[in-house]
Nanobody, 116 residues
């Protein structure tokens, strides 16, 4: 079985920074795509950023220039550095990965709260 374990969420003031981490464990032959999604109260879950195994990245327009996604393939870990946070970034952040040979997995979510 595969598990994705997130860490790094918390409470921060507007303008502050947080770094999220997500480590995959289990029988893993590789992870093709890893990403971060978020879901705010009353809203649908949305893609925040993703990164392929060769390092190609994709960002939501709302976080471009503020968030940076990266990964360590040797550790099966994805990171997201979040800077210049605003209250609109408040959400539960979920890690997602397409894990070989099994399929798609989600983390349990980590709360990010940005106070004004």
């Amino acid at each position: 079985q595969v598990q994705l374990a997130e860490s790094g969420g918390g409470l921060v003031q507007a303008g502050g920074s947080l770094r999220l981490s997500c480590a995959a464990s289990g029988i893993i032959f590789g992870i093709k795509l890893m990403g971060w999604y978020r879901q705010a109260p009353g809203k649908q879950r949305e893609l925040v950023a993703s990164i392929t195994s060769d390092g190609s990245t994709n960002y939501a327009d709302s976080v471009k220039g503020r968030f940076t996604i990266s990964r360590d393939n040797a550790k099966n870990t994805v990171y997201m550095q979040m800077n210049s946070l605003t209250p609109e970034d408040t959400a539960v952040y979920y890690c997602n990965g397409f894990v070989l040979p099994h399929g798609e997995y989600w983390g349990q979510g980590t709360q990010v709260t940005v106070s004004s």
